[in-house]
């Protein structure tokens, strides 16, 4: 028997009384169990009989097991009884475990909280595709310019801005060097405001070979708190100086660098590819938009355990981008001068936002009976083998049943949103480049 009681609208209460001939079989079995682990002198191990065994140890010594045994059959039948959904471990309190007497306990959980739908169907959207011109074109000429650009010794010449320096250096405070404040073949770019504000510019003008004194002061927010404000001296000198030398866009070039023959071929595949790239962008943009007024329209309550459970995956997805760069979290905190608490609360409002949106699309999923088939499964685990260049049978049986859930998981939402957007009342509007360039303008003024 199962009495149900909503605590609010992400806990329930449960209450479950199991029969005494259930728990009088959990205790059978206990023995059973307990039977084999003790010893009682005159009998051998495992032939105590049971009257014994509870009358020298007393009917407690059964009790933990048999709990083992009942509380996970019955609670697991209460919450399919019941129909609940737990998104974490219940809170447990017995009641009455008592032998020849139904086994009572009380079960406090969390669960999927239920969700008002508001309308999702017909919503409105703007879908703003901006223009893509001739300038965007040439944009991207000059950025394979500058992945091919070469660097060639100045002899010579003074640093100028944007040129490659090798130097050594030595910082002084108070006139004493600092630990960490040098360096010996260092490269720096200048320009690249990679150093100290000041330490760049004042390297414009040397030569190769020259030696200067830099004066510079370390900004008040600096990551170290006994360099932050200081005023520091380095004594710089330039070993090297590199100029680039950009390519010029000639066919030559284009053969060299890519699978086409002229300058116009090249130039026509990147506006194409910048005009898919673009559709694409703008296609996600207002799939985003339909989803938040989906969201925005629904009222759900926000279970803590999942904003939590959504900031612990936020912080392995930082780890995964830190470690690409070499970095670990601990050493971004020192570096961002950051407490683990606080980057945990500058994202709880994210990772609230992402919780209220999955839960208002599984919603619209169990509604529209939205499905992932086994076929759908099968095709996105051919486009992972087909990646990672593997065989798809190596791919499947790599695969456990919940990362299978996973894949089956991610069809849905692409389904679910999919839905949404062909549901949805889509105006396209085309944005020319000057009118988007005119509103960044604005928008940095």
Excluded: C, W
Excluded at 7 to 34: F, R
Excluded at 41 to 49: L, N, Q, Y
Excluded at 60 to 69: C, G, M, P, S, T
Excluded at 304 to 322: Q, S, W
């Amino acid at each position: 028997m199962v009495k149900l009681e909503k605590i609010d609208d992400s806990k329930v209460a449960l209450e479950v009384e199991v029969d005494e001939k259930v728990v009088a079989g959990a205790l059978d079995e206990a023995y059973k169990k307990v039977v084999r682990q003790v010893s009682v002198p005159g009998f051998r191990k495992g032939k105590v009989p049971r009257v014994i065994l509870e009358k020298r140890f007393g009917p407690e010594i059964l009790y933990e097991d048999a709990l083992d045994i009942l509380l996970p059959r019955a609670y697991g039948e209460a919450v399919e009884e019941t129909g609940i959904t737990p998104i974490d471990r219940p809170e447990i309190d017995l009641v009455q475990f008592e032998k020849g007497k139904p086994f009572i306990f009380k079960a406090v959980v969390e669960v999927l909280p239920e969700v008002k739908l508001g309308e999702y169907r017909g919503l409105e959207a703007t879908q703003e595709i901006r223009e893509i011109t001739e300038q965007d074109v040439e944009k991207s000429l000059q950025q394979l310019r500058t992945q091919h650009v070469r660097l060639h010794v100045v002899e010579e010449g003074p640093v100028e801005l944007g040129d490659l320096v090798i130097i050594d250096f030595t910082g002084y405070l108070d006139g004493e060097p600092f630990e960490g404040g040098s360096a010996e073949g260092y490269s720096l770019e200048i320009g690249s405001n990679t150093f100290i504000p000041g330490f760049e510019v004042q390297l414009v003008g040397m030569k190769p070979g020259e030696e200067k004194e830099i004066e510079v002061t370390f900004p008040e927010n600096y990551h170290r708190a006994e360099l932050a404000g200081k005023p520091a001296t380095f004594k710089v000198k330039v070993n090297e100086v590199k100029r680039k030398e950009f390519p010029e866009l000639t066919d030559e070039f284009v053969q060299e660098v890519s699978d086409f023959e002229t300058l116009a071929e090249l130039k026509a595949d990147i506006l194409n590819k910048l005009k898919e790239q673009e559709a694409e962008r703008s296609r996600v943009a207002v799939q985003n938009e339909i989803v938040a007024k989906a969201v925005a329209a629904s009222e759900v309550a926000i279970p803590n355990v999942l904003v939590e459970r959504e900031i612990d995956a936020m912080l392995e997805e930082m780890n995964r981008f830190l470690a690409l760069q070499g970095l670990t979290l601990d050493k971004y905190l020192e570096l961002s001068n950051k407490k683990l608490d606080d980057f945990r609360a500058d994202r709880r409002e994210e990772a609230q936002r992402r919780v209220k949106t999955n839960l208002v699309l599984d919603a619209i999923i169990a509604k529209e009976g939205i499905t992932a088939s086994d076929a759908e499964i099968d095709e996105r685990l051919q486009e992972i083998a087909a990646n990672y260049k593997q065989d798809l049978q190596k791919v499947k049986d790599a695969f456990t049943e919940g990362q299978l859930s996973h894949i089956e998981e991610e069809i849905k939402y692409r389904k679910v949103i999919e839905f949404l957007t062909d549901e949805a009342r889509i105006t396209e509007n085309t944005v020319p480049a000057v009118q988007e360039d005119e509103m960044k303008s604005e928008e940095e003024a």
